[in-house]
């Protein structure tokens, strides 16, 4: 879910502030401990791929997750004073939050991910989705927290998402509006001179 808040924000902010303003913004772009993002979004895919094929892998991948949580909060706070990031910050919390309190592992409804169809439903009721997800029960822990919000057309991307998964895409939403936005206004000045 987080690529939906970036893709959305790049075309908002693309057709507001205009293609070489755009760019030049984003090229200015400084995010503290920000080389750390793409390593932790790495170590996620990597343990997702090959979590269920190597045992010790998969018995502590929830640790790991949160590990990888807890890294990205400590760059998001680093980054608080940045347009956004407190959303972010606050989504992300969630996330981290309801992982947290049921294993490592985020609960995903299992009406809502009907839309993802009969196989993804299948592999979670009996266990066997990837090392990040689990089947929202009886017994989850903030079960509101988990994945319960359904994604289909006309959105273009099928998926099921979380309330933290909204407030963080908010956030990033917000942060590259004002990036790139800030940048047009003050090209605007010096042009304007």
């Known amino acids: 879910m987080v690529y939906d808040g970036i ?4 075309i908002v902010g693309f057709i507001r502030a205009g293609w070489r303003s755009g760019l030049t913004a984003l ?13 932790l979004l790495g170590i996620q895919l990597i343990i997702v791929l090959i979590g ?6 998969k018995s502590f991948s929830g640790y790991m997750f949160m590990a990888v ?7 998001l706070w680093l980054n608080r004073k940045e347009k956004g990031f407190w959303w972010i910050f606050a989504g992300v919390g ?16 299992i009406d809502a991910a009907s839309v993802l169809g009969h196989h993804y ?6 266990g066997t989705t990837d090392s990040k997800h689990a089947a929202l029960t009886a017994a989850t822990r903030l079960p509101f927290l988990g994945d319960i919000i359904p994604l289909s057309a006309p959105y273009p991307r099928t ?20 990036v790139m936005m800030a940048f047009r206004t003050n090209s605007s000045v010096v042009n304007a001179k």
């Open 7 to 10: 893709v959305i924000g790049l």
């Open 94 to 109: 969630l996330n981290f939050l309801v992982m947290l309190v049921n294993g490592g592992r985020m609960p995903v409804s």
């Open 159 to 178: 998926q099921v998402i979380s309330v933290g998964d909204v407030i963080m895409n908010f956030g990033i939403f917000v942060y590259l509006q004002s």
């Open 27 to 39: 090229s200015q772009i400084s995010i503290k401990g920000g080389i750390l993002f793409p390593i």
């Open 121 to 126: 439903v299948e592999m979670l009721q009996n």
């Open 69 to 75: 949580y807890a890294a990205g909060l400590y760059v």
């Open 52 to 57: 269920d094929r190597i045992p010790y892998i």
